[in-house]
């Protein structure tokens, strides 16, 4: 379950998939395998998915407590949402949302959001150790937030209580961390960020996803990804 990363001359549009979901959800293994294959498999042309997986913490009191669950999770779902959440939910480029395992629905907004322009992003390593370099520009001149996720693949849950008692859990692109990290001005923005990485983690497995947000309409104006050995 190795996820793909853009290589030089890729002409794909990079699309920002976000699924909110949980492991105390009986409806979410499905959406949880999806977002798999759309990351791994990359299967609707001409969209390069980038995927988010956030698990939120408002199922973690019906019997089994999500291990990647986090109450900012569940409040950025509710950013989206006005509060009117549930799961599983895929929203795609911060606009269209739909059940997370509806694989038709998904198709159809990867790929109109693929032909919507896209600001490049540019991610290094940072001029200090530890840092990435972000550099984006082609903006629209309207408030943005810059966001940096760091995102851990190939993990798996046993889970033991709750609705999914016995089953084993998948995940990809896994929200470790995701924190605004600046703001754009005059339609670009430049600066390092710094990653911070837990011990526990498995770092061959661990990326940054940077993403811009537009404030106003919640839209993704660009999007990248970075190994974490390219990143550090």
Same mark, same amino acid.
């Given at each position: 379950m190795t996820a793909?990363?853009? +290589?030089?001359? /890729?002409?794909?549009? #990079?699309? +920002?998939?976000? %699924?909110?979901?949980?492991? $105390?959800?009986?409806?979410? #293994? @499905?959406?949880?395998?999806? %977002? =798999?294959? &759309?990351?791994?498999?990359q299967p609707f042309a001409p969209a390069r998915v980038i995927a988010l997986s956030q698990h939120v913490?408002?199922? /973690?009191? %019906? $019997?089994?407590?999500?291990?990647?669950?986090?109450p900012a999770f569940t409040g950025?779902?509710?950013?989206?949402?006005?509060?009117?959440?549930?799961?599983?939910?895929? =929203?795609?480029?911060? $606009?269209?949302?739909?059940v997370?395992?509806?694989?038709?629905?998904?198709?159809? !907004? =990867?790929?109109?959001?693929?032909?919507?322009?896209?600001? @490049? =992003?540019? &991610?290094?390593?940072? !001029?200090?150790? $530890?840092?990435?370099r972000i550099h984006?520009?082609? +903006?629209?001149?309207?408030?943005? /937030?810059?966001? %940096?996720a760091i995102v851990e693949d190939n993990l798996v849950t046993n889970v033991e209580r709750g609705e999914n008692a016995g089953k084993s859990i998948a995940h990809v692109a896994v929200a470790r961390r995701l924190s605004a990290i600046g703001k754009t001005?005059?339609?670009s923005f430049t600066g390092d960020a710094v990653i911070k990485l837990d011990r526990t983690w498995k770092h061959e497995n661990v990326r940054a996803v940077v993403f811009v947000q537009e404030r106003l309409t919640r839209r993704i104006l660009g999007v990248q990804a970075i190994p974490l050995d390219e990143a550090r």
């Amino acid at each position: 379950m190795t996820a793909a990363f853009v +290589l030089a001359g /890729d002409a794909r549009t #990079p699309v +920002l998939v976000e %699924l909110f979901t949980s492991e $105390g959800c009986s409806s979410c #293994p @499905p959406a949880d395998a999806l %977002l =798999i294959k &759309l990351e791994t498999q990359q299967p609707f042309a001409p969209a390069r998915v980038i995927a988010l997986s956030q698990h939120v913490d408002y199922w /973690d009191r %019906l $019997g089994w407590k999500d291990p990647f669950s986090s109450p900012a999770f569940t409040g950025r779902q509710r950013e989206y949402t006005r509060g009117d959440s549930y799961t599983p939910q895929m =929203i795609v480029d911060g $606009g269209a949302a739909f059940v997370g395992s509806d694989v038709a629905k998904a198709g159809m !907004a =990867i790929q109109k959001a693929a032909l919507a322009p896209k600001a @490049p =992003i540019n &991610l290094s390593r940072g !001029a200090q150790s $530890g840092t990435l370099r972000i550099h984006a520009e082609g +903006l629209p001149d309207t408030p943005a /937030d810059v966001m %940096l996720a760091i995102v851990e693949d190939n993990l798996v849950t046993n889970v033991e209580r709750g609705e999914n008692a016995g089953k084993s859990i998948a995940h990809v692109a896994v929200a470790r961390r995701l924190s605004a990290i600046g703001k754009t001005k005059g339609g670009s923005f430049t600066g390092d960020a710094v990653i911070k990485l837990d011990r526990t983690w498995k770092h061959e497995n661990v990326r940054a996803v940077v993403f811009v947000q537009e404030r106003l309409t919640r839209r993704i104006l660009g999007v990248q990804a970075i190994p974490l050995d390219e990143a550090r």
